[in-house]
């Protein structure tokens, strides 16, 4: 089961490989959620294991419980909101019921086999790698790379990786590079410097690399902020000067290149993708005022655009406002609001507290208080990325959010 929860973690980016099941539309990775769920059952009878998943639940705390069943029920309500459809049950599924449910299961993994923990982190590692070298290809040697994307009047060159969009690859690797922060800082605190931590640390440089050359603001500024965030609380000298050199790095290679100095300065220019985001907060406030507490339910905002859209510069239809607690409130309402700021509270405030963290599989709790940090960094760059993004509502994201939040238990 290890191995299982460990696969469905690498294989978050396959939702993009779209799939028709009896004339329904699905995707791979949704498909495969369905396997782990029958997988999982079936072992679980044949083994008599199902007082033990009740007991892997309540590990979990009242008010964790409590929120992540208000999330759920919110969930529930959106999709019935102004009616329920196909493409509605469609967005419940991948984004409620799906990854929710590998929480709870991940929960059971986790307390039978604690090493999967040190798995799915070496799988995050590997995830970020192999995104990371084939970005770096893409930008390099257009290979794989759309031409829409090979740099024009509109955009600059951007790598996307295995994605459909740069922003999308930026949205999936942002977060999880904050997550592993302590892991990597530990790794170069360590004195003997082994081969096996050069790995991992060379794994996360390729990954930011990767990040860097999508382009993407948002997945900078999400990084950025998890980052002085870690240097601020949890941060010893060594990593404190190391991240001073590297800062330095950073802006000689933002000087010495043209397009990094652009893509920084044309939002203060009036660049058409920043002046759209203040029009797709506009657009989600006015769907907000509409119906402030129930929201226009799972895809009311996409539904309807053509309506609340007062923007001539923006034709084409958008699915969110672009901003995390626009799209939070206007598609799960208020209760779905809430209960994710409930939810993602109770894991900053805890694992900011965590700020003597132990590496993974040492000491006390496997390394616990690594992983309650590792979470919270992740959560504090999915919110800043968040403000001018959408890091949830995608089927990767739900389900990348929900199993980070099962290793924080």
């Not at 507290?353 to 690594?370: D, T, V, Y």
């Amino acid at each position: 089961m290890s191995y299982l929860l460990t696969l469905t973690f690498v294989l978050t980016p396959a939702y993009t490989i779209k799939l028709n099941l009896m004339g329904l539309p699905t995707n791979l990775l949704m498909l495969w959620v369905v396997l782990v769920w029958t997988v999982f059952f079936i072992w679980l009878i044949a083994k008599k294991q199902l007082l033990h998943l009740r007991t892997a639940v309540r590990k979990c705390s009242k008010p964790v419980l409590i929120f992540i069943s208000l999330f759920f029920l919110a969930g529930i309500i959106s999709l019935f909101i102004n009616g329920a459809n196909k493409p509605k049950l469609g967005q419940f599924i991948v984004l409620f019921l799906q990854p929710i449910s590998i929480f709870f299961i991940s929960l059971y993994i986790f307390q039978q086999n604690p090493k999967t923990k040190t798995f799915l982190l070496s799988a995050c590692y590997f995830l970020l790698a192999a995104a990371g070298l084939y970005a770096i290809l893409q930008y390099f040697t257009l290979i794989g790379l759309p031409a829409a994307w090979w740099g024009n009047s509109v955009e600059p060159k951007r790598a996307l990786s295995f994605f459909i969009h740069p922003n999308f690859y930026a949205l999936s690797c942002a977060p999880l590079l904050a997550f592993l922060i302590p892991d990597v800082a530990e790794k170069i605190k360590n004195q003997k410097l082994e081969i096996g931590n050069w790995k991992f640390i060379a794994t996360w440089i390729i990954g930011a690399v990767g990040l860097l050359l999508s382009f993407s603001r948002a997945g900078w500024l999400g990084l950025g902020i998890a980052g002085i965030i870690y240097l601020i609380v949890a941060a010893d000298k060594k990593i404190r000067k190391l991240a001073l050199y590297c800062a330095i790095i950073l802006c000689i290679i933002i000087l010495a290149v043209p397009n990094l100095q652009w893509r920084l300065r044309l939002p203060f220019h009036g660049e058409k993708s920043a002046v759209s985001r203040q029009s797709l907060w506009e657009t989600g406030w006015k769907g907000i005022k509409e119906s402030p507490i129930l929201g226009l339910g799972l895809t009311g905002f996409s539904k309807n655009w053509e309506r609340l859209n007062t923007d001539a510069d923006l034709p084409e239809t958008h699915n969110f406002p672009h901003n995390i607690f626009l799209d939070f409130w206007v598609e799960t309402g208020l209760l779905g609001l809430i209960s994710f700021i409930g939810l993602s509270a109770i894991f900053i405030y805890r694992g900011l507290r965590s700020r003597l963290p132990l590496p993974l599989g040492e000491g006390r709790g496997e390394g616990q208080a690594m992983l309650k940090l590792s979470a919270a960094l992740f959560l504090i760059a999915l919110i800043s990325q968040g403000l001018i993004d959408n890091p949830y509502f995608k089927n990767d994201l739900a389900m990348v959010f929900w199993i980070v939040l099962a290793l924080a238990i």
